[in-house]
């Protein structure tokens, strides 16, 4: 498989700040307000866009040995001809990476199968600036996963589950040297390790269960401001989800399937200042 993705964005910004007005809000008097003074207008214009190309195969080493390799190219890129609140050039900023996917599967039973995936992943953060004012390195992922999947009995039983291990490198954090605090730099990481399982069983045609469980591990694991072993925000701890779904089999509303939903999450824990993706970005 070959493929080619591209996106583009531009943004052009103009503000202008006024002075502030006092006004008694029990007792306003709207005749004796002052004028407006207003400052510069300020304006800023941005263009950023990534290109991707990718290439994947999978090969049969075996007539139960499945191999899945690939790699993927972005370039991403940053104008800004117009620095915001001045007159002067921005600059062009561009970052690339080459970023492989390789996975293996194992059929060690008709309709049971083992698999291992590994992949590294690339992500520009043009938005964290260091003291020059330039975006910092891009942030860098890598993901282990290992796992068991299968579908037995007619597809009457289909599950999967999955150990798996995500960490994001290069994770742009404050630079505490500096007395602009929003300058940046990359030495934070971030690391994620959990467990996943999923069933769903079709006892009779048309009735379907589903259970799902998902146990994360995220936490800090570099950083300069937040103490190593944080849990990280927004990413809970524990997950659970249900569901019954029932597909009309015949009858005027034949292939009708209302779904009632069932879940909760128990969340690691609050007052964290970051938020690990759970799925690493490609470009």
């Not at 599967?105 to 060690?108: D, G, I, K, M």
């Given at each position: 498989m070959l493929g080619v993705d591209y996106r583009s964005t531009t943004q052009d910004f103009t503000s202008q700040d006024a002075n502030q007005i006092e006004l008694d809000v029990f007792r306003p008097n709207y005749d004796t307000l002052p004028a407006y003074v207003y400052g510069p207008k300020m304006t800023s214009k941005e263009t950023y866009g990534d290109l991707g190309i990718y290439l994947q195969d999978q090969i049969k080493l075996l007539k139960n040995v499945t191999l899945t390799a690939g790699i993927r190219y972005d370039y991403s890129y940053f104008d800004i001809p117009i620095a915001f609140g001045t007159d002067e050039s921005g600059g062009y900023f561009s970052e690339?990476?080459?970023s492989p996917r390789v996975g293996i599967?194992?059929?060690?039973l008709?309709?049971?199968a083992a698999y291992f995936n590994w992949s590294r992943s690339f992500n520009p953060q043009w938005f964290s600036t260091d003291l020059q004012g330039k975006p910092v390195a891009p942030e860098t992922g890598e993901i282990f996963e290992?796992?068991?999947k299968w579908s037995l009995f007619n597809n009457r039983l289909v599950g999967m589950m999955s150990l798996y291990q995500l960490t994001r490198n290069n994770v742009a954090t404050l630079d505490l040297s500096t007395p602009d605090p929003f300058d940046s730099i990359v030495t934070g990481q971030q690391r994620a390790r959990g467990f996943e399982l999923e069933l769903?069983?079709?006892p009779i045609p048309g009735l379907q269960f589903v259970l799902a469980y998902t146990f994360i591990n995220a936490e800090?694991?570099?950083d300069n401001v937040t103490p190593i072993g944080t849990p990280l925000q927004g990413v809970p701890a524990n997950s659970f989800s249900a569901w019954v779904k029932y597909t009309i089999q015949e009858g005027p509303l034949q292939g009708t399937r209302p779904r009632p939903w069932a879940g909760s999450t128990i969340p690691a824990s609050p007052g964290t200042s970051r938020i690990l993706l759970n799925s690493l970005p490609t470009g």
């Open positions: 690339y990476a080459f599967t194992y059929e060690f008709p309709g049971a290992v796992g068991l769903a069983a079709n800090v694991t570099e």
